[in-house]
């Protein structure tokens, strides 16, 4: 949402200006712009429609932000695009993980038929 932004003017208590002062500085909020700002993208994310693309925040440490700095500056790689391939590979992983469990499951319930099966032969 870049551009050419416009003022918009709105009415606050005293305690709610004290509460949107307290925020400034955190989390990377400089101004009360910035807290208000965010504190409407959050609105807007939650009443999206749900055939529109959704925006979630996640935090992450210097380590991984700069890492993911490293990535885009390489490979070109944005962050949402490095966390739907993280993700695809994490469903990825588990699903594997998933189908050899069920596989390790078939086999011994394969293994506990033929026992079966055999007892059924001696007699």
Do not use: W
Not at 21 to 32: A, K
Not at 47 to 64: E, Q
Not at 95 to 116: F, I, P, S
Request: charged fraction near 30%; charge should be negative; avoid cysteine.
């Amino acid at each position: 949402m870049s551009g050419p932004s416009q003022m918009v003017s709105l009415r606050l208590t005293e305690e709610e200006i004290l509460e949107l002062d307290r925020r400034i500085g955190f989390d990377g909020m400089r101004n009360r712009s910035d807290v208000l700002r965010r504190g409407l993208h959050k609105l807007l994310d939650e009443t999206a429609s749900p055939d529109a693309g959704r925006r979630i925040t996640i935090r992450v440490g210097k380590a991984v932000a700069q890492h993911l700095q490293y990535l885009e500056e390489l490979a070109g790689i944005d962050a949402s695009s490095a966390a739907g391939l993280g993700i695809a590979l994490l469903l990825e992983q588990k699903t594997a993980e998933m189908t050899a469990t069920l596989d390790g499951a078939q086999k011994l319930l394969d293994e506990v038929e033929q026992r079966g099966q055999h007892q059924d032969h001696i007699e």
